[in-house]
């Protein structure tokens, strides 16, 4: 394997010295992650000389399922901590309840089985950003009628009061002409 024809050319420093290696810092743009760290054993083609990575299409390709592997771990450790931080401001059924989960699903998630999709997992990484706070906003926002929503940039007196006068478009115009 390691035997001089099987290295390539570098385009960068021109040495023949790319081939398959394993590396320390090195990351890719995947999916929705423009930075996923990629593990240290796994084989990228790199340059022995001047370092230069070779994640073109071929070895993105041949990377894919272990690529995948690291995305779908990552969605996994990500919502299990989600969860926990979430665990102390609400219960875990009322969180699907506002999620529009099945009941059980975040203890499956938390218990380390199926994969978060990444949707779940934006969900439920911006509760945590303020998790009282916003886990009070989406329960407002599920009760709110649709014609409330979304609700105007605006003092939550005046947008009411509007309201209750007109349509919704004219209260966008005055709204945009502030
Ligand atoms: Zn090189």
């Not at 926990?84 to 009322?94: A, E, G, M, N």
């Not at 605006?154 to 209260?171: A, V």
Request: glycine content about 6%; aromatic content about 4%; hydrophobic content about 30%.
């Amino acid at each position: 394997m390691n035997t001089a024809h099987t290295l390539r050319r570098c385009i960068h420093c021109g040495t023949k010295a790319v081939k398959p290696r394993k590396g320390i810092g090195r990351t890719i743009c995947y999916r929705t992650m423009p930075c996923m760290q990629i593990p240290n054993d796994i084989l990228v083609p790199t340059c022995g000389r001047c370092k230069s990575e070779y994640l073109d299409e071929e070895s993105v390709g041949i990377l894919a399922p272990s690529l995948q592997t690291v995305y779908l771990q990552s969605l996994r450790t990500r919502t299990r901590i989600a969860i926990d931080i979430l665990s102390k401001h609400t219960s875990q059924r009322r969180l699907e309840r506002v999620l529009g989960l099945s009941q059980g699903y975040l203890s499956r998630l938390r218990a380390g089985s199926g994969n978060p999709s990444p949707e779940l997992t934006s969900h439920l990484a911006i509760l945590c950003h303020d998790p009282p706070t916003r886990l009070m906003e989406l329960e407002r926002f599920w009760a709110l009628p649709d014609e409330e929503w979304p609700p105007l940039e605006m003092p939550q007196t005046r947008f009411r009061k509007r309201l209750s006068h007109g349509d919704r478009n004219t209260n966008k115009k005055l709204t945009n002409n502030e």
